[in-house]
């Protein structure tokens, strides 16, 4: 399955090409970015791709969307058909080589782990490299010299520049809200691979609400799966998963959840009803893809942002905000 075609053009709320332009604010030029939206984002979770493209230029991107780009084969492929695997995720790094760009954004934990791990093993085995170059020049795929880093969308604005104009967006704000971290696991770890932070302490998430002005509540289960990978096999076991992170977070206080990955996202929201329906207890927790919470603290339209795709309405516990 092809996704992505076309690319996006520089851009920015100032439309200057800079980003944090305003009284008293210091212009930073827009990284250039590849963007690797996955399956996700292009089909059952559109409201993640809107609301990244409306955010990016804020925080500094300037997304180039990749061209006729597949799959990563999530954790599937990568078990069946391991060399096949390196050769689908080899693709995707190449052509973001091709567009010029240092970095590989992604929106997706799943994603982000694929393409590290293809990119660890590449970059690692100058044989194996040869081999998989040789292969995709065959079917009209540029060389890939293994130079290209990929990173989350999460990572682009915790930390450095991206952060600093994070604090700049994020504008409105998001005052008087409670909100859960949900990281999932494939974000964390293995930490060899993903190496941003602690995965036993991460910090990341909690930072970016703090940045936004709302009040990240603390629970042990924001690090564990969301018990996805399994929920077609063994779905007693997912819920049993799935429960977790949901009730621990109602009872800390929290008024929303948020998670950068739409996989987990999929799973909290939308088998939120199923969980309810088996258990007999109510949740209707608001569960936000990472964009769009810190889209609504800086400002971004409904049309943007796209609640209305979600299962559990996010929209009457943004509506509590102070002002």
Known sequence: MSMGVGSTEPTNSAGTGFAGAGAGNREIPLKRVAYYKGCLASLSAKELDTS???????????????????????????????????????????YAEATGCDTLMTVCNVCTLNLRQANHMLQGD?????????????????????????????????????????Q?????????????????????RPSKIMG????????????????????????PAKIKCCGFPIIA???????????????????????VMVTPCPLCHLSLDAWQQKLEASTGKSFGLP????????GVAAGLEESELKFKRHIVDPRPALERLEV
């Open 52 to 94: 990244t493209k409306a955010l990016a230029p804020r925080v500094g991107l300037e997304l180039v969307e990749l061209e006729s780009v597949t799959c990563c084969g999530a954790g599937d492929i990568h078990e069946a058909e391991p060399d096949y695997y390196v050769h689908l995720n080899a693709r995707i790094l190449a």
């Open 287 to 294: 569960i936000l893809h990472l964009a769009q919470l810190v």
């Open 196 to 219: 941003f932070e602690d995965p036993d302490r991460p910090w990341s998430l909690e930072r970016i609400i703090t940045a936004c002005g709302g009040e990240p509540v603390d629970y």
């Open 168 to 188: 700049q967006a994020a504008h409105k704000g998001l005052k008087g809200l409670k909100v859960a971290p949900f990281y999932g696991c494939q974000i964390l």
């Open 126 to 166: 100058s044989a194996l490299l040869a081999r998989v170059n040789e292969n995709l020049v065959t079917v009209g795929v540029p060389p890939y010299s293994g130079k290209i880093e990929v990173r989350h969308l999460l990572w682009e604005i915790a930390e450095g520049e991206g952060y600093e104009l994070l």
């Open 233 to 255: 096999a063994r779905e007693e076991t997912a819920m049993g998963e799935l429960i977790q992170p949901i009730s621990q977070a109602i009872e800390a206080g929290a008024d």
